[in-house]
Nanobody, 117 residues
């Protein structure tokens, strides 16, 4: 069983920055796709950014140019650098590990990001 533990959330003013981290247990991190999702109050969970096992990335249009996803396979950790934060970025951010090939789909418990105006 894989455990994903997010950290780095908090309260920040609009225009500020935060870096989220997600540490994964186990030995399959390097073969899995990793993603960051978020869920704002009253809204559905949505994809923020994703990085494949090969390092390809994709982003939601709303965060392109502001957020950067990266991974460190030696540390079993995925990061989300968030710059120029906006109040609409306020949400619980969840880390996801997935692989269609290996039939895995794990979620972390989430970390709250609050952006004040």
């Amino acid at each position: 069983q894989v455990q994903l533990v997010e950290s780095g959330g908090g309260l920040v003013q609009a225009g500020g920055s935060l870096r989220l981290s997600c540490a994964a247990s186990g030995t399959i991190f390097s073969i899995a796709d990793m993603g960051w999702y978020r869920q704002a109050p009253g809204k559905q969970r949505e994809l923020v950014a994703k990085i494949t096992s090969g390092g390809s990335t994709n982003y939601a249009d709303s965060v392109k140019g502001r957020f950067t996803i990266s991974r460190d396979n030696a540390k079993n950790t995925v990061y989300l650098q968030m710059n120029s934060l906006k109040p609409e970025d306020t949400a619980v951010y969840y880390c996801n590990m997935a692989s269609v090939t290996y039939r895995i789909n794990y979620w972390g418990k989430g970390t709250l990001v609050t952006v004040s105006s």
